[in-house]
């Protein structure tokens, strides 16, 4: 990382660092579902989980002790200081992605976005520009360093959630494009912690369909064979 970039790519990594307790959502989900909790419960807890935070951050924009108070105030965008946070468009999205879509579909989706959107927050503001000059996205502040790193790590989790599935690289690729390209341009202007997970879990789930395989979502990936060691004495 050149040092002019150096005070900024940090303060990006320390961003999405915290980022990386949504990781919790896709392990939490699955988890439940091996206990025997059905859909309709993993849903309806997202839901509590998604209104509490949506009332605690309208708090924090409505009261001044709340702002003060506020326990992430540090990694908070300056937009955000006076605009919701990305966490409750996160909460939304995962929401949203879990009600329409098988659990290893909804798992990949998000962890599209935490890792592949963390991947390309940090490569694009550490080395953007230092290969590939051209400006990218809706305002021209992305890179192709940065998108490139989103879409292979994206293929890669997907690829590796779904190593069990045949032809899985079909809906991937759709899969990572998809994210990679909301991520890159922002449709509709929406937050893209609301839209990438539903996107790319549409995406996913249209190509399965397109190779008659969509039993095959359901089939055990690496994740979910290490949930079912931590699980065996439970069974």
């Not at 929401?95 to 991947?119: E, K, N, R, Y």
Request: aromatic letters at 10%.
């Amino acid at each position: 990382v050149s040092v002019r970039r150096l005070s900024r790519a940090v303060r990006e990594i320390d961003r999405k660092v915290f980022h990386l307790c949504g990781l919790l959502v896709p392990l939490t989900h699955q988890l439940l579902l091996r206990m025997g909790f059905g859909s309709d419960f993993c849903i309806g807890l997202c839901v509590v989980i998604t209104v509490i935070g949506w009332a605690a951050d309208s708090a924090r924009l409505n009261l001044d002790v709340v702002a003060r108070n506020w326990p992430m105030a540090r990694i908070l965008r300056e937009d955000e200081k006076t605009q919701r946070t990305g966490a409750c468009y996160f909460a939304l999205g995962c929401t949203v992605c879990i009600a329409l879509s098988p659990p290893s579909i909804a798992m990949a989706s998000i962890l599209f976005l935490v890792l592949g959107d963390m991947s390309a927050a940090i490569i694009g503001v550490s080395f953007g520009g230092e290969a590939v000059s051209m400006k990218l996205g809706r305002h021209g502040k992305k890179s192709m360093e940065g998108s490139s790193a989103m879409f292979l790590v994206c293929f890669f989790v997907g690829s590796t959630i779904f190593a069990t599935v045949h032809l899985r690289e079909y809906p991937v690729f759709f899969g990572a494009f998809t994210a990679t390209l909301t991520e890159l341009y922002e449709p509709l202007n929406l937050n893209d912690n609301l839209t990438i997970p539903i996107f790319s879990s549409l995406a996913m789930q249209w190509a399965f369909a397109r190779i008659q395989t969509c039993s095959g979502v359901h089939e055990v990936g690496v994740m979910q064979r290490f949930i079912d060691v931590l699980l065996r004495p439970l069974r």
